[in-house]
């Protein structure tokens, strides 16, 4: 495989992970209290659904804006690892797939755009 099936395969992995953990988490296993866990989750969830048709099609900008996206799905887990006993498998789950996301979204944005800078440069 190469590496730039690699990112996309990390980048897609951590994508539909954070997809899948946060309505489990705010929906199922700990919801906030009263009427909080659809509008946590909704919230939550909103940037990840954004960038579904650009990760989906390959898009190397949507790529590069979703690495930076993922840095606020880290810190997020980086506070619920400190701020909530209760909580700390999910949020280093969270933290794992915040990871694998940021860094396949990162190193694919870098390949494919390399990969299409060459391909324009080519001779015809």
Known sequence: MDKLALARRATLAGWLGLVLLIPAWYGWFAPPPGLLAPL???LLLLPLLLAAP????GLPYT??????????YFTHAIA???????????ALLELLLATSLYF???LYARWRARQLKSWQDSPQ
Not at 54 to 57: K, P, S
Not at 63 to 72: K, N, P, Q, T, Y
Not at 81 to 86: E, G, K, S, T, V
């Open 40 to 42: 946590a989750v909704g």
């Open 54 to 57: 650009g990760l989906l099609r």
């Open 63 to 72: 790529h590069a804006w979703v690495s930076m996206i993922a840095l606020l």
């Open 80 to 90: 619920e690892l400190f701020a909530n006993p209760l909580g700390r498998r999910f």
């Open 104 to 106: 396949g979204a990162m």
